[in-house]
């Protein structure tokens, strides 16, 4: 998963049958630092939202995301083998990259290669025209 800073993180974890304890965010990062994530994680902006019965479902929610968030988030449900996801914080956002972010600076090339196809189409049709004249010309009569 790769996600922008500044934007939120949202994990969900589905448990069937949880045997035994709570469900458990852990984090590995990229420093190899593990860490236990909730509410009272200090310097983090975390929610942990659990509905528990069958299944069990708990979301982990980071808010504003920084490039030291980016590592492994691992749920983990008592005794059973953890669900994990990768996540990489990257500091370019992608996204106005691909559906243009500044539109205001892609108007100029944009109407410039409308304006260069359109006289380009016109030229076209001016020589089609002439040379279907000119065959018209020199049918016989």
Not at 19 to 42: A, K, M, S, V
Not at 115 to 129: D, P
Request: proline letters at 4%; charged letters at 20%; hydrophobic letters at 40%.
């Amino acid at each position: 998963l790769s996600i922008e800073t500044g934007r939120n993180i949202n994990v969900t974890c589905v448990v069937h049958q949880l045997t035994e304890g709570t469900i458990r965010w852990i984090h590995q990062g990229e420093d190899d630092i593990t860490q236990e994530l909730n509410y009272n994680t200090p310097g983090k902006d975390v929610s942990v939202l659990t509905r528990k019965g069958n299944p069990t479902i708990s979301t982990f929610i980071l808010y504003d995301v920084i490039k030291s968030d980016s590592g492994e988030y691992s749920c983990t449900a008592g005794t059973s083998k953890p669900a994990t996801v990768n996540v990489h914080v990257i500091e370019e956002d992608v996204t106005s990259l691909l559906y243009g972010g500044d539109i205001a600076n892609l108007m100029v090339p944009l109407i410039s290669l409308f304006i260069a196809a359109s006289i380009l189409l016109l030229l076209a049709s001016i020589r089609a025209f002439f040379e279907l004249r000119k065959r018209a010309r020199e049918l016989p009569k």
